[in-house]
């Protein structure tokens, strides 16, 4: 493609280039659009599909119930403890002022006041039979919140194993759906490569050559973008064994376009050299002398060399004389440089 030499052939190409290039994004849009309007194939997976679902709602429903036995237990506990305080400053201040009633009474030593006595400490006795009931709630609402939370916590136990089972079953599920996601899209894609490859292989230097690249494109962009990260993986081994095919049909196809090129090259350097001239495009010869390699077999010559008339390695002549004026001129040069003689009328008058 970069053997063109002149400048708006040069410029052509390049654009060119770049239709294949916008070709292959809208190629990849278009793809793209359609495999997103594709019924989806799988629907997620979810741990509840491989559970006992009974089992998993009961399991469920028992732990709510009892975060909720402890909530209220909680509340009713501070309310209980509350009431538990008030008896208990209750029952101290009545004690305080029993106390202090009974010091005085010690002082005055009135008798009348025994029935008083008796009288208050029953009332004491009272206070603090109700502080010990306000205790026993308080303890009662502990109670209840502690059997809530250790039944919760069994049955969250309960649960996890169930839902550690599902996880497993689940994992063995996605495998699957793995492969059969990945055949869907191989299925998709395998069509596209086959065609990609086929235009490589035939097409690539046809007229249209800008459309069958860009469709290479895409085909390799739908390969290492929709195809291989679904791959599924294996631990590893299906990646790296279509990696090493990959490479070897990659290397293979390399080794045998060297040893083809080399084939042609031996057989054209066998060739008279005004056939050889004759099937060297023109340009391809220019390129190649720009490079001071010989047009012929492609090695290294010195071109400034004014005694070198002809290809060390191989032979072709790469100066001659225009039959006009004698001037050494390219022997690849269509015209002298000189007098302007067509090279090509020379040889016909040689001829
Ligand atoms: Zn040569
Ligand atoms: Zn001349």
């Given at each position: 493609?970069?053997?063109?030499?002149?400048?708006?052939?040069?410029?052509?190409?390049?654009?060119?280039?770049?239709?294949?290039?916008?070709?292959?994004?809208?190629?990849?849009?278009?793809?793209?659009?359609?495999?997103?309007?594709?019924?989806?194939?799988?629907?997620?997976?979810?741990?509840?599909?491989?559970?006992?679902?009974?089992?998993?709602r009961a399991l469920r429903d028992t732990i709510r119930a009892?975060?909720?036995?402890?909530?209220?237990?909680?509340?009713?506990?501070?309310?209980?403890?509350?009431?538990?305080?008030?008896?208990?400053?209750?029952?101290?201040?009545?004690?305080?002022?029993?106390?202090?009633?009974?010091?005085?009474?010690?002082?005055?030593?009135?008798?009348?006041?025994?029935?008083?006595?008796?009288?208050?400490?029953?009332?004491?006795?009272?206070?603090?039979q109700a502080e010990r009931q306000a205790l026993r709630a308080?303890?009662?609402?502990?109670?209840?919140?502690?059997?809530?939370?250790?039944?919760?916590?069994?049955?969250?136990?309960?649960?996890?194993?169930?839902?550690?089972?599902?996880?497993?079953?689940?994992?063995?599920?996605?495998?699957?759906?793995?492969?059969?996601?990945?055949?869907?899209?191989?299925?998709?894609?395998?069509?596209?490569?086959?065609?990609?490859?086929?235009?490589?292989?035939?097409?690539?230097?046809?007229?249209?050559?800008?459309?069958?690249?860009?469709?290479?494109?895409?085909?390799?962009?739908?390969?290492?973008?929709?195809?291989?990260?679904?791959?599924?993986?294996?631990?590893?081994?299906?990646?790296?064994?279509?990696?090493?095919?990959?490479?070897?049909?990659?290397?293979?196809?390399?080794?045998?376009?060297?040893?083809?090129?080399?084939?042609?090259?031996?057989?054209?350097?066998?060739?008279?050299?005004?056939?050889?001239?004759?099937?060297l495009s023109y340009d391809v010869a220019l390129a190649r002398?720009?490079?001071?390699?010989?047009?012929?077999?492609?090695?290294?010559?010195?071109?400034?060399?004014?005694?070198?008339?002809?290809?060390?390695?191989?032979?072709?002549?790469?100066?001659?004389?225009?039959?006009?004026?004698?001037?050494?001129?390219?022997?690849?040069?269509?015209?002298?440089?000189?007098?302007?003689?067509?090279?090509?009328?020379?040889?016909?008058?040689?001829?």
């Amino acid at each position: 493609m970069s053997k063109a030499l002149r400048l708006s052939e040069k410029w052509f190409r390049r654009g060119l280039w770049l239709v294949a290039v916008v070709f292959a994004s809208f190629l990849i849009g278009l793809g793209g659009t359609i495999v997103g309007d594709l019924p989806k194939v799988e629907r997620p997976l979810q741990v509840d599909d491989f559970l006992d679902k009974a089992q998993a709602r009961a399991l469920r429903d028992t732990i709510r119930a009892q975060r909720d036995a402890e909530q209220d237990a909680q509340t009713a506990l501070e309310q209980a403890q509350l009431q538990h305080r008030k008896a208990l400053s209750d029952n101290q201040a009545e004690r305080e002022t029993f106390n202090n009633w009974l010091a005085t009474r010690r002082v005055t030593e009135r008798a009348d006041h025994d029935p008083e006595v008796l009288e208050r400490t029953r009332k004491l006795d009272l206070l603090k039979q109700a502080e010990r009931q306000a205790l026993r709630a308080v303890e009662a609402q502990q109670q209840a919140a502690l059997d809530a939370r250790q039944t919760a916590a069994a049955t969250q136990r309960q649960l996890s194993d169930l839902e550690s089972q599902g996880y497993a079953r689940m994992q063995a599920e996605r495998r699957k759906v793995e492969l059969r996601v990945f055949l869907y899209r191989l299925a998709l894609t395998l069509p596209l490569l086959v065609a990609a490859g086929w235009l490589f292989a035939k097409k690539r230097h046809s007229t249209y050559w800008p459309f069958v690249w860009g469709f290479i494109f895409f085909a390799l962009f739908a390969f290492f973008v929709e195809l291989v990260p679904y791959l599924p993986s294996y631990g590893g081994y299906v990646r790296y064994v279509v990696g090493i095919g990959i490479t070897v049909l990659v290397g293979r196809y390399a080794i045998l376009a060297l040893n083809r090129y080399l084939e042609r090259q031996k057989l054209a350097e066998a060739m008279p050299d005004a056939q050889r001239r004759e099937e060297l495009s023109y340009d391809v010869a220019l390129a190649r002398l720009a490079k001071n390699v010989c047009p012929g077999c492609e090695r290294p010559v010195d071109l400034k060399n004014e005694t070198i008339d002809f290809c060390p390695h191989c032979g072709i002549g790469l100066f001659d004389r225009c039959g006009q004026c004698t001037t050494r001129k390219s022997a690849f040069a269509h015209f002298c440089h000189a007098c302007g003689t067509s090279a090509k009328l020379r040889l016909a008058s040689e001829a």
